[in-house]
């Protein structure tokens, strides 16, 4: 997998690719300002395939957007991933932040990526083909995946929306459920390597004295996801975005993650400790 900088993959420096996008533009020297717009406007209402330079240059609106909201993803094509520049900045990164808050913000949400290109869109692909170009993956293997995947169907789709009381679909925000639970792993996983290296303890934050650094860690997390949201839009993103609402990406990911009910001392069988919890890979 590989890390890029790059956030738009379109080179608006190539001649040939902006002379592609602009093919249907159809727009000549003696049109009248008036016939540009429409052309413009007729143009912004044909379907253009996502993330194709036709819909990034009619479907503006959405496309700058990116460019505005901090943002990351997995780009399964190349299997690469990248984030904004503007990400590395606060909640989740700062030069000036102890290293349990970068590594439970923008670490997080590397480690999120990362798992994208293994998650249940994905993972059959990632391990490659053989020879005979067929999966490396044995039936068993993915007969056993399948099962993991179920078991986080089923947890997020039992849990209701505090605000609405709608239930999650499960099946809808599997991807980035499994990106949650898996990325939170990678991330504290390689946060407490550094602590070792740097001899088991970071600095005490003024007022937060009494927490641990691996405790700091995990506050970061919840940090990092804090959010304010209308009903309206409340109910929209349960019906329609792979994301689940924030409280049960954070509350669920966790309580997944034996390491922070060890951190936090939660009592076997409470909400954050349960009993029995979904995780992809146990190593």
């Given at each position: 997998m590989e890390f890029s900088r790059i956030f738009d993959f379109n080179d608006v420096s190539s001649v040939l690719l902006m002379e592609t996008c602009y093919k249907d533009l159809g727009i000549s020297e003696s049109d009248s300002i008036e016939e540009v717009l429409r052309i413009i406007e007729s143009l912004s209402k044909i379907n253009h395939t996502h993330g194709s330079c036709g819909y990034n240059i009619f479907k503006n609106n959405e496309y700058i957007g990116d460019f505005v909201h901090s943002n990351a993803f997995y780009y399964s094509i190349l299997n690469l991933f990248s984030i904004s520049s503007n990400s590395l900045a606060e909640p989740l990164f700062d030069r000036y932040f102890l290293q349990a808050l970068n590594y439970g913000g923008i670490g997080v949400t590397f480690g999120h990526e990362i798992v994208h290109g293994f998650d249940n869109d994905h993972y059959k692909y990632i391990y490659g083909l053989d020879e005979k170009g067929e999966l490396i993956?044995?039936?068993?293997?993915?007969?056993?995946?399948?099962?993991?995947?179920?078991?986080?169907?089923?947890?997020?789709?039992?849990?209701?929306?505090?605000?609405?009381?709608?239930?999650?679909?499960?099946?809808l925000t599997l991807c980035e459920n499994i990106a949650d639970n898996g990325g939170l792993k990678i991330a504290h996983r390689a946060y407490m390597k550094y602590l070792q290296s740097i001899g088991g303890e970071e600095p005490k934050v003024p007022g937060f004295e009494n927490?641990?650094?691996?405790?700091?860690?995990?506050?970061?997390?919840?940090?990092?996801?804090?959010?304010?949201?209308s009903r309206d839009k409340i109910e929209e993103r349960i019906d329609t975005d792979p994301h689940a609402p924030e409280e049960i990406r954070v509350n669920l990911a966790l309580s997944n993650y034996k390491p922070f009910s060890n951190a936090f001392n939660c009592k076997l069988q409470s909400r954050m400790n349960p009993e029995h919890k979904c995780e992809v890979w146990k190593k």
């Open positions: 993956l044995t039936p068993k293997s993915i007969e056993n995946f399948e099962k993991k995947f179920e078991c986080f169907v089923k947890q997020y789709g039992g849990e209701k929306e505090s605000k609405t009381m709608k239930n999650i679909n499960g099946s927490f641990t650094s691996e405790q700091l860690f995990f506050i970061s997390k919840g940090r990092t996801s804090c959010e304010h949201q």
